[in-house]
């Protein structure tokens, strides 16, 4: 039989504990409505890119970031190094292993990812997590990092995986496409040939417009990733 002061030191303790962990919802709450604020996507920049790209036909164009040259994956984990996140990560990880195939090429955004695939013995890039005061940096050095990758044949299918929240509660794993870029160019418009002239090359024209949407999409990926 347990002692009555045990009983009410266990009952003591439970209802400190409560309040601990309603405190801790509050905060995580009052720091999700205020993430949730600073949260600006601009849509209207990828129909802007997608229209310019089908402008000049890229469908028909023989280029690595619209043709590619190899068969092998490169998947980008977005994860977070906050506590008590290692269920959403874990599935992250395991999704975009299954979406970039055996030979997958993995750049992991997080010391989660990496250390998750690193005790797996499976080679990894790695880049710091994300910061909101040098998340539009980031998203340039990963950008540059990717397209270096493209260019030099290391890959030819760029695929990016990170967490969304749906709600407070809820987050959905997410899997984008950035290249090939005809593979979100073709949900945005629909190709066409009107004659269009152009000061540039073609290939110069995709290479300056798929960087910069592929700059302005990790940045507002890096975002909603935090949000989760």
Request: overall charge neutral.
């Amino acid at each position: 039989m347990i002692p009555l002061i045990t009983l009410k030191k266990d009952v003591q303790f439970n209802g400190q504990f409560t309040k601990i962990v309603d405190a801790m919802k509050g905060i995580a709450a009052a720091r999700y409505h205020q993430l949730e604020r600073q949260l600006s996507l601009f849509e209207p920049f990828a129909e802007v890119a997608a229209s310019l790209l089908a402008g000049i036909d890229v469908g028909r164009l023989n280029h690595p970031l619209v043709r590619p040259t190899v068969a092998r994956t490169a998947v980008v984990l977005v994860t977070s190094d906050e506590g008590f996140l290692g269920g959403l990560n874990a599935q992250i990880v395991v999704a975009g292993l299954e979406e970039g195939g055996p030979e997958v090429w993995v750049t992991a955004i997080g010391s989660q990812a990496r250390n998750y695939l690193r005790h797996e013995g499976r080679s990894v890039t790695y880049f710091p997590g994300i910061i909101d005061a040098t998340r539009a940096q980031a998203a340039l050095t990963v950008r540059d990092h990717l397209m270096q990758q493209v260019r030099e044949g290391v890959c030819g299918k760029i695929i990016v995986v990170y967490a969304r929240a749906l709600s407070f509660a809820v987050q959905q794993v997410q899997v984008e496409t950035l290249v090939p870029c005809t593979a979100w160019v073709s949900k945005l418009v629909q190709s066409t040939s009107v004659n269009t002239e152009w000061e540039s090359e073609p290939s110069d024209v995709v290479a300056y417009v798929v960087g910069h949407w592929m700059a302005h999409r990790l940045e507002e990926i890096f975002a909603l990733s935090r949000l989760a």
